[in-house]
């Protein structure tokens, strides 16, 4: 006795997505990112059924890798933020954490930071994403500030790419070429570097570095837009599925949903699905965005609500009562209804709230 909307999560399509992403880069290492509770797929369970295969997970602040460490997860954890404030990096380095460094406040923090043993610190370049770090100019004079600085026992070159999803951008291969020339400026070719995200690992080898991180292709969406050799081999690990508790004829003329937003051309088979924005399905999925009722496609008629959504079953053998539904998952991409919603399939999953209970498959 349960809700019918229910999150599932695989956790052996993760597994083998991870392993996709080391064998396309199999001289770098994977970092497992697990912001952001893993992409709203549960960050202590995406880690365990990780965590013999990963070096490193990566995080965006201290409370997420302190979740991590309180459910027993003990290999290094990157926050990818680096600390919000000085009194976070003893906490951190205690915690065995790594920190990333985009900013001259985050060194002076670290100077004057009590710590017991030296850290891994993850020096930060912007390199055309104007969001975080140091501007090439400036690593320099960072980077033989970090290197005489106690608190650090060595020191990574990360950058972040602004477009490496768009597969025709020439933006990532510059990106590339300047952080190259920021290796240059330092006169080190033996520094450990990390660049590439998930599309990167999947299309754009030449940015794989001793460190990739890979986030949205360990859930199993694809980064790109388009069909991508690679990414098309990824396994979704989120299924989203409810099933139909409700279905009635109406006449053409007639409108389904609050607002009337949708009205029946024709006499129409009507199927309520329990699941709306209150369990994670966006509200501004449009009409005609696909449902999947028993394996076959029907469309989202009317707005979503709360609790529920509607779909029309017109053109299907039978639909009734107890039918099964999936919103999202391995037949109907997260990243296809994200369109319909207009957003991307990183929001949908990562944004699902606690109301529907999640299971896990393994
Ligand atoms: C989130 C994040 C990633 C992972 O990105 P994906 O596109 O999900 O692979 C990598 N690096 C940084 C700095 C990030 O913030």
Redesign the pocket.
Same mark, same amino acid.
């Given at each position: 006795m349960s809700r019918p909307a229910k999150i599932y999560v695989d956790l052996d399509a993760l597994k083998a997505n991870y392993k996709l992403a080391q064998t396309l880069a199999p001289n770098s290492s994977t970092?497992a990112?697990v912001?952001a509770d893993a992409?709203g797929h549960g960050s202590v369970e995406i880690s365990k059924a990780l965590q013999s295969s990963v070096e490193m997970f &990566?995080v965006?602040c201290l409370e997420e890798a302190l979740t991590l460490r309180q459910a027993g997860i003990e290999k290094p954890i990157l926050l990818?933020?680096g600390c919000f404030s000085a009194d976070e990096i003893p906490i951190a380095s205690e915690h065995n954490c790594q920190i990333?460094i985009h900013n001259q406040e985050q060194i002076e923090a670290l100077e004057n930071a009590a710590i017991h043993r030296p850290m891994p610190v993850w020096l930060?370049i912007d390199t055309g994403m104007h969001r975080?770090g140091f501007a090439p100019e400036a690593l320099q004079r960072v980077y033989s500030q970090l290197q005489r600085c106690q608190q650090v026992s060595n020191i990574v070159l990360?950058s972040?790419f602004s477009h490496?999803?768009d597969l025709a951008s020439t933006s990532a291969q510059r990106q590339i070429n300047m952080f190259e020339q920021c290796l240059d400026t330092i006169h080190t070719k033996d520094i450990p570097i990390s660049l590439a995200?998930? &599309?990167a690992?999947l299309a754009r080898p030449n940015s794989h570095g001793d460190w990739n991180?890979?986030?949205?292709?360990?859930y199993g969406l694809s980064?790109f837009l388009e069909p991508q050799k690679y990414a098309d081999k990824l396994q979704a690990v989120m299924s989203f599925e409810s099933s139909i508790i409700a279905v009635r004829w109406i006449n053409a003329g007639e409108s389904v949903g609050y607002g009337d937003t949708w009205t029946a051309k024709r006499r129409s088979l009507i199927a309520t699905i329990a699941v709306g924005y209150g369990d994670g399905y966006p509200r501004t999925a449009k009409s005609g965005t696909p449902v999947l009722v028993n394996h076959q496609r029907v469309c989202l008629v009317g707005r979503v609500s709360m609790d529920l959504i509607s779909v029309d079953v017109t053109d299907l053998k039978e639909a009734k009562v107890g039918d099964h539904v999936e919103l999202w998952g391995k037949n109907l991409s997260a990243n296809e209804v994200a369109k319909w919603a207009g957003t991307i399939g990183?929001e949908l999953v990562t944004r699902m709230p606690k109301r529907a209970q999640r299971l896990i498959k393994s």
């Open positions: 970092i990112v912001k992409y &990566a965006s990818l933020e990333v930060k975080l990360m972040h490496a999803d995200n998930s &599309a690992i991180r890979a986030g949205i292709m360990l980064p990183y």
